[in-house]
T-cell receptor, first 113, second 114 residues
Framework: QQQVKQSPQSLIVQKGGIPIINCAYE??????FPWYQQFPGKGPALLIA?????SEKKEGRFTISFNKSAKQFSLHIMDSQPGDSATYFC????????????FGRGTSLIVHP | NAGVTQTPKFRILKIGQSMTLQCAQD?????MYWYRQDPGMGLKLIYY???????DKGEVPNGYNVSRSTTEDFPLRLELAAPSQTSVYFC?????????????FGNGTRLTVT
């Protein structure tokens, strides 16, 4: 059973486009939602995170949108660059539980010059 | 700080062989984790530890063992390697188990079992 569903599996955009990656969850006990970015040959690294008490968070060109009622959250990359080409993972955590992140399956993003 | 260091970077094993994947962190983090990453399947948790001497199973522990004798080291042991264990293995650590304590990952070990 997949607790965090991530889509699409892969995404190709042109430079300057706005790729959007979506995640959905079922467990309402999740209360922290980080996104990790992974470049080829490297381990994932924290990119941006959000708590469900806010509907949006921006850090530079990266924005998380959060819809608590729909149990969905998404990552938007504004003015995407070839250097943003990477795999992106969403995750969900229950702070009052085991604290172990549940990861989505990942989205491979390619930004063409 | 080196962060999380994994060795080796690559390894080829024959079916039935054993090996230990090494992981060390120099950030004095209490929590450490082992994940495997397979194409299109995301990150699957194998084992984790909340401190020296304490380990627990994750989602896919079969065929693996771990130990945590020090805060810094968290080796993963594969006994009787099988082709299904061909994967990229990532070790990670975090300061605490609180939700906003990010995971710091190593650069992975790519293992092929033939």
């Amino acid at each position: 059973q997949q607790q965090v569903k991530q889509s699409p599996q892969s995404l190709i955009v042109q430079k300057g486009g706005i790729p959007i990656i979506n995640c959905a969850y079922e467990n309402t006990a999740f209360d922290y939602f980080p996104w990790y970015q992974q470049f080829p040959g490297k381990g994932p690294a924290l990119l941006i995170a959000i708590r469900p008490d806010v509907s949006e968070k921006k850090e530079g060109r990266f924005t998380i949108s959060f819809n608590k009622s729909a149990k969905q959250f998404s990552l938007h990359i504004m003015d995407s660059q070839p250097g943003d080409s990477a795999t992106y993972f969403c995750a969900a955590i229950t702070s009052g539980g085991s604290y172990i992140p549940t990861f989505g399956r990942g989205t491979s993003l390619i930004v063409h010059p | 700080n080196a962060g999380v260091t994994q060795t080796p970077k690559f390894r080829i094993l024959k079916i039935g062989q054993s090996m230990t994947l090494q992981c060390a962190q120099d950030m004095n983090h209490n929590y450490m984790y082992w994940y495997r990453q397979d194409p299109g399947m995301g990150l699957k948790l194998i084992y984790y530890s909340v401190g020296a001497g304490i380990t627990d199973k994750g989602e896919v522990p079969n065929g693996y063992n771990v130990s945590r004798s020090t805060t810094e080291d968290f080796p993963l042991r594969l006994e009787l390697a099988a082709p299904s264990q061909t994967s990229v293995y990532f070790c990670a650590s975090s300061y605490s188990g609180v939700g906003d304590s990010p995971l710091h990952f190593g650069n992975g070990t790519r293992l092929t079992v033939t």
